[in-house]
């Protein structure tokens, strides 16, 4: 081979494009290229730089943002948008409205019905109905599902732990104010030509196939305590559909009565005209009565209970923001007067400082304080005991300012029908009447005294009441409900005992009537694998309960929501287990990310200045009390119970370290300008 000519013909080559290029780059680094091209050389360097560091920074911040709230969970339902198509009124908000609407609306601005009252619950997952429209859910192999009340009789009934929880008595109706603040699911009631409830268990209804009467409950000849009485049904009914208020729907969807917010609507009412009803025009103050003892209860009303008509002693009740509820049981009532209480003492404080205010102010600001402190004591007091802490913490619910227009803040059903009633396992058998020296003067069992307060205004009664709910320890969350209430819940006046129902049943009931999805899914969304067998359950719930389990229904597939909740091993601090916190987080979510009018939200025409969100962070429960009532001191963690004997010291002593200083209300401008 001749190489060198190869490499005489090939350099010639190279060299002329050597040359070609030298020539070129001549021209390129000549004066005054050189200088541009070195600019535009360094503005794309500067550019590489900032995009590369912007992806690491947004990279960086979603993965903070997505491990923080990897627990977060979307909904799955495709129908949660029907209402606001085919059926949602057009609502004309006011942008710079500073007081939230009395129903909930226009709290979202781009969607105003958004958790507004008479508006459908949110659907986490698609509704679950045997014939995808109505129907009560049938089990994977088409028979009936079991009866509630066998579930509690074969898995619940009968299994009560007597611990002492550390938690006391008040966390069970602080817990059911705020139950029904976001919830209120009224149900289909037949009435009779008298104005009565009709009773679906007798066999003359029972002919006529009500559809209203489909979830009453069958009770089996062997049950431990109604088969003594020949007892075989209890009445209930199935719930007000959104067909009920002129809106049909497929599948069928269920409308909160309440507004979904947090907001006292237990206080103020859901829709404007009760509202109205329950003010004074005066002071800003709330209607109420003064008992014989002197001292301040909500309205009482003569009793409208039909049932009780012939009984000749009349029963108190009262005018409270829930006519449904307010009057329910003892603890309840209690809380409806507390904060009423509560909203005429601010008022009153607030029409000392500010005389030239108007009745609409007073009431309205005081509202904002009530609700706020409502809000606070949820997050801060409340919450943590049921998910623990640390979910609380991880799951983004400490964070101030959240609000976020994208977030949907009404109530899930999944939460309302299932999630919130666990705590239902919480109630006590009894409720304590203690005087100042710790002495328990009376004990009543609660289902004895359901919708029937009289004993709440009479001599101090009160304030024992209160104490009572301070210092008496709580019944600990547990796989059960306790035997009165899942036997003899809401006995009418002049009825035996036996007469009653069993709630827990009921839950279980409601569950199937508002087409809850069986638990195997809702565990599933909420981010634990699916069950293919009943001891694939064994990771969230003792064996010896998946056993149970196994033996009642027929496919893993099948179970309640609410058993299957109930039944969960509890963990991280928690005083629920992990599907029931996944589904409270979602709604407390909900309520702090999705409410324009949250207490901590920073920039809106509502939202309170610097000073007095440090009063609004200050008030505890137990300012509250003692605000409203004789209780001499009280806990700063006023959920938990504390030995008065061996920590004297942790009490707040209500008459002297007791003060709320509303002086950040003050205008002191127009004060001077007078
Ligand atoms: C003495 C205490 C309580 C009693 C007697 C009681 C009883 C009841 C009853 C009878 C219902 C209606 C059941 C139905 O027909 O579906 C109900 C609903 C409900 N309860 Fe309770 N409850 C109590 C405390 C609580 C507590 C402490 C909570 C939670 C913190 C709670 C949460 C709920 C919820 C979310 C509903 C559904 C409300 C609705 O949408 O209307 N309850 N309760
Ligand atoms: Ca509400």
Known sequence: MDYSRTIDETNPLMKKRNKQCLKWNQKLFKWPLIVIWFIVLLLCAVCVLYIFTQN??????????????????????????????????????????????????????????????????????????SDGYYDIRVQTNGSALPYPRVLDVNIFLNREIYKVDENNVLLMPFGQLLAHDISGLPNDLIIDENGNAIDCCLTENKIKNYTQCQIALENLPDDPVYSVHNKTCSPIFRSLTSRNYSCPLYPTE?????????????????????????????????????????????????????????????????????????????????????????????????????????DEIIYQESRRIVIATIQRISYEDFLPIIIGEDFQEIYGLNEANIYDPTVNPSTSIEFSSAGSRILHAIIPVEFNFMNKDY??????????????????????????????????????????????????????????????????????????????QPYNQVRHFCGYPLAKDFEDLADLIHIKDVIKLKKNYYSVNDIDLMVGILLEKHSGGAIVGPTARCLIADGFYRYKAGDRFFYDVKGQPGSFTDDQLKLIKYITLGHVICATTNVDNVQEDIFKTVDHNLFPTIKMKCDEEFNLNFKAWEEVNYRTEL
């Open 56 to 129: 690491n920074i947004e990279s960086e911040s979603s993965n903070v943002l997505k491990n923080k709230h990897s627990l977060h969970i979307l909904s799955h339902a495709t129908t949660n948008d029907d209402f606001l198509k085919k059926c949602a009124p057009i609502v004309k908000c006011d942008q710079n409205a500073k007081y939230r609407s009395i129903n909930g609306s226009c709290n979202n601005l781009k969607t105003p019905t958004w958790g507004a009252a008479t508006t459908p619950f949110l659907r986490l997952l698609n509704a679950n109905f």
């Open 439 to 516: 002495k328990i003067e009376n004990s009543i069992k609660i289902t004895d005294w359901m919708v029937k307060a009289d004993l709440i205004p009479l001599g101090d009664n009160f304030n024992k009441l209160l104490k009572g709910f301070i210092e008496t320890p709580g019944r600990m969350l547990q796989p059960s409900y306790n035997f009165y209430i899942s036997n003899y819940m809401l006995t009418l006046p002049n009825n035996p005992q036996y007469k009653g129902r069993d709630l827990l049943a009921v839950d279980i009931a409601r569950g199937r009537d508002v087409g809850l």
């Open 254 to 358: 269920f409308i909160n009565d309440n507004s979904h917010f947090i907001d006292a609507s237990e206080v103020y009412g859901s829709n404007e005209s009760y509202a109205l009803h329950l003010r004074a025009m005066e002071g800003g103050r709330l209607k109420f009565s003064i008992g014989d003892n002197g001292q301040m209860f909500c309205p009482f009303l003569a009793n409208q209970d039909k049932a009780s008509s012939g009984n000749k002693k009349t029963h108190i009740k009262y005018d409270t923001g829930d006519p449904t509820n307010g009057n329910q049981n003892f603890g309840i009532t209690a809380m409806q007067t507390l904060f009423l209480r509560f909203h005429n003492y601010i008022a009153f404080k607030l029409s000392s400082l500010n005389p030239f205010w108007s």
